[in-house]
């Protein structure tokens, strides 16, 4: 709202630079010889037109500041639109690098065994009741067919159970519906790997008077002609010798972080690689 006692000082010069001027004319006009008057308006001239401009002076250097600020603003808008831009492409350039980390991983693993692998990424996952399936996204189109072993570094992930064109469904290992043939790599005592959801897999038909610890690396046995003897399965995390019955109740952490796999190899063939070169 309007105040006149805000604006009383900027009357009050506009009133005496106005007195001033007149008087000042008039004095010109009537080129009178009193010269005492004359000084005085000069004397009194004098401080207002400093004041104004000084006034005119803050107002030009206020106006120079407030560009340059916006001047400013825009430079920053720019440089953070650049950094976003840069933060955007370092991300990109840690995902491909650490995509290729992984397919170096599957690539020691695929010269590792003497098969011929069909490198495959996941692209989708079932979390049914009693099923974890795992969708790749190559199919018949690529060579795969039910009942391949499916790896990934540092060890066993499944089976294809089910196949199209262009995808394939794998078994994990982890699935309440897998079993698979496995030794325990130490003393080669012999048991089924079945799978155990979210606590993972359970090594079964292990008598009470074999010697099983906790730490104990568990692989795949050959035995039934699924899975290629020798491929990592898991690790023994407990072994229960107190449960009711003729068997150890032992728990396995699979070698494989099933929350974390992207990309697998699934083995085509069993055929040495360097057959017939």
């Not at 294809?160 to 699935?175: E, G, T």
Request: some cysteine; glycine content about 8%.
């Amino acid at each position: 709202m309007f105040s006149l006692k805000n604006y009383k000082t900027i009357i009050f010069v506009v009133i005496i630079m106005a007195v001033v001027l007149i008087v000042l004319s008039y004095n010109l006009k009537q080129r009178s010889s009193a010269g005492l008057i004359t000084k005085v308006v000069l004397e009194v001239a004098a401080p207002v037109q400093n004041v104004l401009n000084a006034s005119v002076k803050s107002v030009g250097d206020a106006w120079d500041r407030y560009l340059f600020l916006v001047g400013m603003e825009e430079e920053n808008r720019n440089l953070k639109k650049k950094i976003d831009d840069m933060k955007s492409q370092l991300i990109l350039y840690q995902e491909g690098y650490l995509e290729a980390q992984r397919l170096r991983n599957l690539l020691a693993l695929n010269d590792a065994y003497n098969f011929n692998f069909v490198t495959a990424r996941v692209i989708g996952r079932e979390q049914v009741a009693l099923s974890k399936t795992i969708l790749i996204n190559k199919g018949t189109a690529d060579g795969l067919k039910a009942g391949m072993p499916v790896m990934a570094a540092p060890g066993l992930v499944g089976r294809v159970i089910d196949a199209s064109w262009h995808a394939a469904k794998v078994l994990p290992l982890i699935d309440e519906n897998s079993n698979i043939d496995a030794i325990v790599q130490r003393n080669r005592t012999q048991g089924i790997i079945r799978g155990a959801g979210s606590r993972g897999c359970v090594l079964r038909y292990i008598s009470k008077i074999q010697d099983v610890k906790e730490g104990d690396i568990i692989i795949s046995s050959g035995i039934g002609g699924v899975f290629p003897k020798g491929m990592m399965i898991g690790q023994v995390n407990h072994v229960d010798r107190q449960e009711a019955g003729l068997f150890l109740r032992i728990n396995v952490t699979p070698s494989i972080d099933f929350s974390k796999l992207e990309e697998v190899s699934v083995v085509t063939s069993a055929d040495d690689k360097n057959e017939g070169e």
